[in-house]
C-alpha cells in the first residue's frame, strides 16, 4: 500500500490530508481567523498562522487515517502559486519529514491540484475534460486531457473573479470574507434588478477589472441621490452581480466546449463553491447536454486532499522533487 501525507499551506488555510492508493483517509484543514479584522489576508501573519498550527494539523490528519509516520512512503506539499512565506511554511516542514523519514518528496502545482480535486470522490470526469477553474488569485479554463497533461486554453487577462467578488463585498461594506456573503444575499435578490455590462476579450480569455470599475461608479452614483440605496437594495445589487460574473465565465466556457467539441465540464477553486455559479452551470450543462462535474464544497477551497490527489498520480508516474527545490510564489501552470 502507498500512503502518502500532503500538506496545503498557499494561503491562509493550514491543511494535511492522508492518502493511500488513491483512497482519501483524512483531511484536516485550520482555517485562520486573524485576517477578519483587517478585512484581508496579511502575508506576515498568514506565516506565523502556519507556523502555530501545522504541527497540530499534522498530527491529527495522521491520526484520523490511522497511520503512523513509519506508514509513509511520499510526503507532498504546496510549491505554489501563493504566499511565499505561506509556502516556505509548508515545503520546510515537508523537506525536513521526508528527509528525516527518507521518503520521496513530491511538490504539488495548487491549481492543477483544484482540477485534480474531482477524482477524490465518484462519479468523476472523463478524460479530455474542460475544467473552470476560479478563485481569489486566477480564472481559467483548463483542458484536461491526462491527470498530469493539461493546458490552460483560456485565462483572465488582469484580475481573477473571485477578486472581483470581494471588491464587490468591499465596496458593499461586507465583512471578509466577502466573497460568500455576496452569494448569501444574491440568494435572496433579483439577478435582473441591475444591469452591468459585460466585458469582452478576444478567444476564451477573460477581464474582470472593467465590470469592478462598473460597480464602483454605480454605487457612488446612486449613493449620491440615495445615501441609503446600498443597505435598501443589498441583495438586488449582489444577485446582479453575481449573475453578471457567473455569466460571464460561462459564455467563454460554453464558447470553450463548442471549440474542443468536449462535452465533459467541470468546475474547480474557491469560487466553485458559489451557489449562483453552480446552479447555473447545470442548467446550461442540461441544455448543452454536458455532463457537469461539481467538487463537494470542502474540497472547492484550498485543502490538502486535493493535493494528496495529485501527489498520487505523480506518484504512480514516479516524479519526486530533491531537496533543493524552493517554494514558487508565481508557479507556472
Not at 69 to 81: M, Q, S, V, W
Amino acid at each position: 500500500m502507498t500512503t502518502i501525507l500532503a500538506i496545503e499551506s498557499s494561503c491562509d488555510e493550514t491543511s494535511a490530508a492522508v492518502i493511500s492508493n488513491g483512497q482519501l483517509r483524512s483531511n484536516i484543514v485550520a482555517t485562520q481567523v486573524i485576517h477578519q479584522k483587517y478585512g484581508g489576508v496579511v502575508p506576515e501573519l498568514a506565516s506565523r498562522a502556519h507556523q502555530q498550527h501545522i504541527l497540530p494539523v499534522v498530527e491529527k490528519a495522521l491520526e484520523d487515517a490511522k497511520v503512523s509516520k513509519k506508514d509513509l512512503n511520499a510526503i507532498a506539499f504546496t510549491r505554489g502559486p501563493g504566499l511565499l512565506g505561506a509556502l516556505l511554511v509548508g515545503a520546510s516542514f515537508a523537506k525536513a519529514l521526508a528527509l528525516g523519514l527518507k521518503v520521496p518528496l513530491i511538490e504539488v502545482h495548487h491549481m492543477q491540484a483544484h482540477v485534480l480535486a474531482h477524482f477524490i470522490e465518484e462519479p468523476c470526469p472523463a478524460f479530455p475534460f474542460l475544467c473552470l477553474t476560479v478563485s481569489g488569485g486566477h480564472t481559467q479554463i483548463v483542458l484536461v486531457r491526462d491527470a498530469l497533461d493539461m493546458e490552460i486554453i483560456g485565462e483572465t487577462q488582469d484580475d481573477a473573479v473571485g477578486e472581483a467578488f470581494d471588491k464587490t463585498a468591499k465596496l458593499l461594506n461586507l465583512p471578509y470574507p466577502g466573497g460568500p456573503l455576496v452569494d448569501k444575499y444574491a440568494q435572496q435578490g433579483n439577478p435582473l434588478a441591475f444591469p452591468f455590462p459585460l466585458s469582452e476579450m478576444p478567444g476564451l480569455n477573460f477581464s474582470f477589472s472593467g465590470i469592478k470599475t462598473s460597480i464602483l461608479y454605480f454605487l457612488q452614483d446612486k449613493s449620491k441621490s440615495n445615501p441609503q440605496f446600498v443597505e435598501e437594495n443589498l441583495a438586488d445589487i449582489c444577485a446582479s452581480v453575481q449573475h453578471t460574473l457567473v455569466k460571464m465565465l460561462l459564455q467563454k466556457l460554453r464558447k470553450a466546449a463548442k471549440q474542443t467539441g468536449v462535452s465533459e465540464i467541470a468546475i474547480a477553486g474557491g469560487v466553485s463553491a458559489n451557489s449562483g455559479l453552480r446552479k447555473a452551470l447545470l442548467e446550461m450543462g442540461e441544455k448543452e447536454h454536458w455532463n457537469v462535474y461539481i467538487p463537494r464544497f470542502e474540497y472547492c477551497t484550498d485543502n490538502a486532499a486535493m493535493i494528496a490527489m495529485a501527489a498520487h498520480f505523480k506518484y504512480i508516474k514516479g516524479e519526486f522533487s530533491e531537496q533543493t527545490i524552493s517554494p514558487m510564489p508565481r508557479m507556472a501552470f
